[in-house]
């Protein structure tokens, strides 16, 4: 499908487990694979999903990866989560975070769940949410 789309793609398997396939993508093109914000990794992993369900493999959970984006996608929310929750203890108001998918939402909240001045709350409507971090002081 992505050389369909014009681009040269070589893929590798990263690893596969019962019910998980993880490919890599190798391109010189991976910033566009990628895609603002990784919409359009998490596009093209939509679509082997569902691929792979057409297939009948609808127990298989494939996981797409280029340039090692997930990881450090995941590593820049959890230093974000962090740093607002600074923020908040420091201005003792509350602050809400860009729209992000059902998995780095879950990050934010599992990231600041241990911080007992802080708490989390998802609002919005749709898959991309936004996460609000809320100064409750000590307790």
């Not at 040269?8 to 914000?37: A, C, W």
């Amino acid at each position: 499908m992505i050389r369909k789309m014009g681009y040269d793609v070589t893929v590798e398997i990263m690893f596969q487990e019962d019910h998980k396939l993880g490919m890599r993508l190798n391109s010189s093109k991976s910033s566009i694979l990628i895609g603002r914000k990784g919409k359009n990794l998490d596009a093209l992993q939509l679509l082997a999903n569902a691929y792979a369900g057409r297939l009948g493999r609808e127990d298989l959970r494939v996981i797409l990866g280029t340039e090692n984006y997930r990881i450090r996608r995941e590593e820049s929310l959890v230093r974000l989560a962090y740093t607002v929750a600074d923020k908040v203890r420091m201005s003792r108001k509350s602050m809400l975070l860009e729209p992000m998918n059902p998995f780095e939402r879950r990050l934010i909240h599992t990231t600041l769940n241990d911080i007992s001045d802080v708490e989390t709350k998802s609002e919005g409507d749709g898959l991309y949410k936004q996460v609000r971090v809320i100064y409750k002081g000590v307790r």
